[in-house]
């Protein structure tokens, strides 16, 4: 059954002890970056909790981080699937979105601030690349948008960098859906109306760090993903309309030809990205609940929160692709070292010479800033085992055949349009002709072994 809002699903999280309550007093501006590191670098992620920050200093707001991405459980959850069941799920919302629903009033309506009311500053805003970052920055928003032609709804998620009580700072890039509205909107002179959805059903915001195609409505796929329609209020001062039981609605418009000073901030590749002037965006109206919630995402350094919902949630947009093409994908998996980002391993089971190529270029098309390391391997292979993927690296490749390099310029600006074209390398880990045998016992006396493995002493010991 659907989870009628966050906070059904952090209870949830609860019952499951996948949510540490942090009882202690904490200063926003370093320590709930810092202990929300230390947890993901020294728990590993079968055991790491997301993460209820109850006191932070100078705030009566809690602060939540790592409830869609802590772990591989964490994100099944929020699906309510089980880890192997995941990408059905994503194959299922993609075959089956659900239209949302349009409501009069939620959740979000219960407090409404305009005019001098408006303060983005009276919430706990982490400061979270700390003597880099220029300030703090929303890490989770869910901003919504829409095609001015088609009037398609888009959710995605940006960088946004807080400045003042009424204003901020938005890093959109060209690639990004988003972008598109507003390059429309600004050959016409128009602003581009926007909205920032701080904690919402789970499945709004794993769609919304997912590669959704452009004409698909982000709201319809992630009722396809719970299952039910989510449901939608129009906001105050523009013709937008947000969830309804979000936490927080920051309202606003992005001004046609406008841009100011922002970052650099600390992205997912580990590394501090790049400062530039990105576009303005004014604050109009606040909506929020009684109580609100203040939702984060950890970016930074893999292992991170990002790398686990980018990767989870861009390997099933390749998948979708591939399969429409006809290949027979048997999975994708985008590594979580590789910030979900970079690293990208296709198991398929080729029919002809020369599909491993479109089974390569197909894969970058859906969007040609992923991959930079794309190998592709048989489909007895599990890409998640990275022992696997290694062995085949090892002993079915042949370097100076299998290696493929698409080059491109090199040292490039962020905010450059021609990083699309960013060099990769792709590798035929696939057999070329027919192997021998495994050197391994029969499956059968495996299988054996596995139902008598108390009887020898060895139980436990494999944690």
């Not at 769609?207 to 452009?214: C, E, I, T």
């Not at 604050?283 to 609940?289: K, Q």
Request: charged residues 25%; hydrophobic residues 40%; negative net charge.
């Amino acid at each position: 059954m659907a989870y009628r809002d966050l906070r059904e699903y952090l209870a949830r999280l609860d019952a499951l002890g996948k949510l540490h309550h942090i009882r202690e007093e904490v200063d926003k501006d370093w320590e709930i970056a810092a202990i929300t590191r230390r947890v993901f670098q020294r728990i590993p992620d079968a055991r790491r909790p997301a993460l209820l920050f109850e006191r932070v200093k100078g705030f009566t707001i809690p602060v939540v981080v790592g409830v869609l991405g802590g772990s591989v459980e964490i994100y099944a959850a929020a699906l309510e699937c089980r880890p192997e069941e995941t990408a059905d799920r994503w194959q299922q919302a993609y075959r089956n979105p659900i239209p949302p629903k349009v409501v009069e009033g939620g959740p979000c309506k219960e407090v409404v601030l305009k005019g001098e009311q408006v303060n983005l500053l009276r919430f706990p805003v982490p400061v979270w690349s700390v003597g880099h970052d220029p300030g703090p920055y929303l890490t989770a928003p869910l901003v919504c948008s829409v095609d001015p032609v088609t009037g398609v709804r888009n959710v995605g998620t940006y960088r946004v960098q807080v400045k003042e009580a009424a204003r901020a700072a938005m890093m959109v890039n060209w690639r990004q859906h988003m972008r598109t509205h507003i390059t429309l909107n600004e050959e016409q002179g128009h602003p581009t109306p926007a909205a920032i959805v701080l904690g919402a059903d789970p499945t709004v915001g794993l769609v919304s760090v997912s590669k959704v195609p452009y004409d698909m409505d982000e709201f319809a796929v992630a009722g396809g993903l719970r299952g039910a329609p989510i449901e939608l209020v129009r906001c105050e001062t523009n013709d937008l309309e947000v969830p309804a039981a979000a936490e927080i609605v920051i309202e606003g418009e992005i001004p046609a030809n406008v841009r100011e000073p922002e970052g650099p901030f600390g992205e997912y590749t580990g590394y501090m990205g790049a400062g530039g002037h990105a576009f303005a965006f004014r604050v109009t109206c606040i909506t929020h609940r009684r109580d609100p919630i203040f939702h984060a995402f950890l970016s930074q350094m893999p292992p991170s929160e990002s790398s686990t919902i980018r990767g989870y949630g861009r390997e099933r947009a390749i998948m979708k692709v591939l399969r429409q093409a006809g290949i027979r994908v048997r999975d994708v998996h985008m590594t979580h070292s590789g910030g979900g980002n970079a690293v990208l391993l296709i198991s398929f089971k080729p029919e002809y010479p020369g599909q491993v190529q479109q089974v390569v270029w197909t894969a970058w098309s859906v969007d040609p800033t992923l991959g930079k390391f794309t190998i592709v391997v048989d489909d007895d292979i599990d890409v998640h085992d990275h022992f696997q993927v290694e062995a085949a690296l090892s002993f079915r490749v042949r370097p100076d055949r299998d290696i493929y390099i698409a080059s491109a310029p090199y040292s490039i600006p962020q905010e450059a349009e021609v990083r699309a074209r960013g060099s990769k390398v792709a590798i035929d880990a696939t057999k070329k002709h027919e192997y021998p045998p495994l050197s391994l016992p029969p499956e059968d006396h495996l299988l054996e072994v596995d139902r008598r493995w108390s009887h020898y002493g060895l139980a436990g010991l494999e944690r």
